[in-house]
């Protein structure tokens, strides 16, 4: 099974009262809309959406032709998410790539002004999800080769990882990879 779009979320402390408000979120517009402007995190940037009315889900956005970078707070969890929407042409590298797209964002937004002091990124709490039902159905079998893709990749830059499998099948097949160390978004990307 090849394996071909990802999804790449880490994952951020904050405090939950204040990432229940939309206001919260809604400080980032202006910093994803310059990033657009100075052309960051990189590729065809297309527009900002803003989805702060849904609880536990996308808040704000960076659609791009290749993927998209979104501020997400799916099942309470808030964190920067990469989403390939298109395979880079490399398909075998295709999770790095996300990861790399996602460590990128990860390490701008953490140096802005409206991050700082209120979301800091974990990269020891890394969520990987096969982004396409057909070719990786949540079940057994699909593990088989995402779990050694994720080794393949994460182990080098964070040391050994444990995981835990999606249990719900209607979702996509994906798992959340700990870490006992959680080396700066900068370090991880020197070495990718």
Same mark, same amino acid.
């Given at each position: ?5 990802w999804?790449?979320k880490?994952?951020?402390?904050a405090?939950p009262?204040a ?7 809604r400080?980032?517009?202006p ?9 960051k ?6 527009d ?12 704000v956005?960076? +659609?791009g ?11 309470g969890?808030? =964190?920067m #998410?990469? !989403? ?6 490399k398909?075998p590298?295709a999770l790095?790539?996300?990861l790399?797209?996602?460590?990128q ?6 140096n802005?002004?409206?991050a700082k002091?209120?979301l ?19 079940e057994p079998?699909?593990?088989?080769s995402l779990?050694?893709a994720?080794?393949k990749?994460?182990?080098?830059l +964070?040391g ?6 999606e249990s719900?099948?209607?979702?996509r097949a =994906?798992? #959340?990879? !700990?870490?006992?160390?959680a080396p700066?978004?900068a370090?991880?990307l020197?070495k990718?």
């Amino acid at each position: 099974m090849t394996i071909v779009k990802w999804d790449v979320k880490v994952h951020a402390d904050a405090d939950p009262k204040a990432t229940a408000a939309p206001q919260f979120w809604r400080r980032f517009i202006p910093v994803f809309h310059r990033w657009i402007q100075d052309g960051k995190p990189g590729g065809v940037l297309v527009d900002v959406a803003e989805y702060t009315h849904v609880p536990h889900g996308p808040q704000v956005l960076i +659609v791009g032709h290749e993927g998209q970078w979104t501020l997400d707070t799916t099942d309470g969890k808030p =964190g920067m #998410l990469y !989403s390939q929407r298109r395979p880079p042409e490399k398909t075998p590298d295709a999770l790095k790539r996300a990861l790399k797209e996602c460590l990128q964002a990860v390490q701008l937004l953490a140096n802005e002004p409206e991050a700082k002091g209120v979301l800091t990124f974990r990269t020891d709490r890394i969520e990987i999800t096969a982004n396409d039902r057909n070719a990786a159905p949540n079940e057994p079998k699909t593990y088989e080769s995402l779990e050694p893709a994720v080794v393949k990749v994460l182990e080098p830059l +964070v040391g050994k990882v444990t995981f835990v499998r999606e249990s719900e099948p209607r979702r996509r097949a =994906g798992v #959340l990879a !700990s870490a006992a160390k959680a080396p700066p978004a900068a370090d991880l990307l020197a070495k990718l």
